[in-house]
């Protein structure tokens, strides 16, 4: 991950507004030869239900469009989904986790036809059966079942404009003769993610400001090959290779930095200037291997499914930091600082996993089963810090090296039993319980190697209670206790330079947070829903902006440090009250909801636990309340519905989150969209407005300040043509959860 980019991914992880989008059409289709009527949104035992197999606006979009309009979901930087506005969800296929790493997740997503499509779940509290990493809340994508043998396929290229061009290309195939399964995706593209930035920080005496780009180049390729074979009628053996690899070459982030210093009364005394120029190239590989194997025991869907895992992942990072000043012709071109950095990191696993689920009659489910995660991690640091004099020339070299090697092992174990009392009445109850060894070592050079070990058990309990009052009325509660181990990333104690005067620091003293989330569901008609939900977060991991005063060259220098640590506790309390409906013989279709949020945050750090080094105390105990607005517009524009017009709004009210308060954010989209035959034209045009930019504001009570404006270029336009070919009924082939999939999520 690019230096700059980490503290954009800060800005993001507070956002608690949901983009929610509904339907409230009932349809009536044929499966498996029983016609039945379904809801296309409606709350099913631990899950909402939406159902999009119908729907022609799907046809041409990708998942991730999908998505997109899907009740309770939601993405505020196009690259990641949240429910109900919370942190990023975890994405599932027929039940299974996706078998890659979060990048490639997003690009997979992006480059899936939404006509595969049946369903969408979303799973917004995880029962005990699904892994602790699951705590954000899942999305299950269910594919449909297409019975044939055959080959059928898809492409599909775009074209994206923003503050640059981007373009992409994917093509994906799927083959079935008799017990045989084969399915391939390929796909490729090449993008500049181009942001500006304003970091503002000090006090009334002294005061840095920072302004500038960052430029953000991308080339990536990557697919899946997956066989799926029948061994008879009980049982299938499954064999999937996932791979992926980013190449960011030439990342440039430019920046004006400013020292402003005043007197007691606010007057100007001094101004300094210098310019900070950190070019950094960059990749990353993933490599995995997955075998699986299932068999089904009897005849009411009981089953046993067995995985084994292995994950191979390389990112290389390097930069070079430089900090020009001044020279004599009023240049910036004098050296005054220049970091060399060298930040790669290697990660191996290797998971098993075993589940097994016992159908009994009279609609009784009982589930069990265990995993097992071996993960070492290899980061070898090298920072080079060549400083110079006032006259531009050398003065001298300073290193900062460290090989940090972590090794994890995790055991996991489950037991969930779900009944269905009446037609009205189910229930849930389920326990997981999670046992984690991990030892860090870190060597630097001419010092004691150091040692950092870390072990806990962790019990998590889970109930779900449903209640149908009528055909109109439902009613459901859900608790879940989730935790979340820190990425491995966050856990290298790695510094990564900004500026002279800014940095980030990760943390192996980091430990896992814990979750405790309630909620309360009232849906009327499947097309009005009320959610009461709370969330209670203890030791939350985050970076926390610290900051205090440094002597240099006899100056005074204020300096920023974005800290990886726990900080504190949170509480979300939130309400959404929301609604679907369609009209005029379903030609229109309007979602609208609405929600509260109320945050109390509750955290305190004045130490890098790094180094020991003392800051200026940081204390966010404030409290906010804020509003949520969303509405979603689908307008078919021919009675044959082939032309498709939709316009998306939502507004987003300040809110305090952990960096600070963070003002109020909107968006306007439209896009339009013609189905001709095979193909599919669309054109999306995203935040026309120019309203979605980020602004964080805190001051501390001690005089501290800080301000961030983070422009990501949001508004732009994708023109894009996709194409499908072949036998549109070819069964899928089986996706298979990998055991691996729960360290995957901690890549980056």
Known sequence: MKTPLLIAALFFTGFTFAQEKKSDSVKTQKIEEVVITKQVFKKQSDRFVYDVAASPVAKGNTTFDLLKQTPLLSTTDDKTMKIAGKNNALIYINGRKTNMDAESVTQFLKNTPAENIQKIEVITVPGSEFQVESSDGIINIVLKKKMSNGLNGNMRMSNSQNKFNASNATFSTNYRKDKLGISANLYGGENIEGQEYVLRNGTSLLQNESVGTVDDPNKYIGGYLNFDYQLNDKSNLALSWNSSANKSYGSAVNLLNTLMTFDNKGNLLETKNNKSNNLENARSYNNSVNVNYELKTDSLGSKLNLNAAYLHFRRFQNSDNKTLVQAADGNFS????????????????????????????????????????????????????????????????????NHFIYDENIYGFYLTAEKKFSDKFSGKLGARYEITKSTGTSEIPNQPMQVFERNYNNILPYLSLNYAINEKNNISYSFSSRMRRPSFWELNPVKNILTENN???????????????????YMFKNSYFLILNHSLYKDVITQVPLQRNIERDGKTYRQLAYIRTNFGDKQEMSAML??????????????????????????????????????????????????????????????????????????VDQQQIELGMLKN???????????????????????????????????????????????????????????NFGNQKVKKVRNIEAASDAIKSRTR
């Open 503 to 521: 940095y980030t620091q990760n943390n192996p003293f980091v430990k896992a947070s814990s979750t405790y989330n309630q909620e309360m569901t």
């Open 665 to 723: 954010l909107m968006s306007l989209d439209i896009s339009i969209k013609k189905n001709w035959n095979d193909w599919t034209f669309a054109l999306n045009l995203e935040d026309v407005l120019r309203t979605n930019i980020v602004e964080i504001e805190d001051y501390q009570t001690n005089g501290n300040y800080n301000y961030v404006k983070n422009d990501q270029f949001n508004r732009g336009g994708t023109f894009s043509i996709t194409y």
């Open 578 to 651: 929301g609604m679907q409906k369609t009209f005029f013989k379903k030609t229109l279709t309007t979602n609208f909801n609405i929600g509260f949020q109320h945050n109390i945050n509750n955290g305190t750090l004045n130490t890098d636990p790094t180094t020991g080094i003392i800051f200026d105390t940081y204390i966010n105990k404030n409290k906010s309340t804020s509003l949520t607005i969303q509405t979603n517009n689908t307008l078919s524009l021919d009675k044959k519905k082939t032309w498709f017009l939709g316009v998306n709004y939502f507004y």
């Open 334 to 401: 004098q050296l005054r600082q220049q970091v060399l950095q060298d930040i790669p990191q290697v990660i191996n696993n290797f998971s098993t996993m075993a589940d097994y689920i016992q159908k009994f009659e009279k609609d009784f489910t009982l589930s069990v089963g265990g995993n097992f995660n071996q993960t070492k991690t290899n980061n070898d640091t090298k920072n080079f810090f060549y400083f110079y004099d006032t006259a531009g020339n050398f003065d001298n070299l300073r290193s900062d090296l």
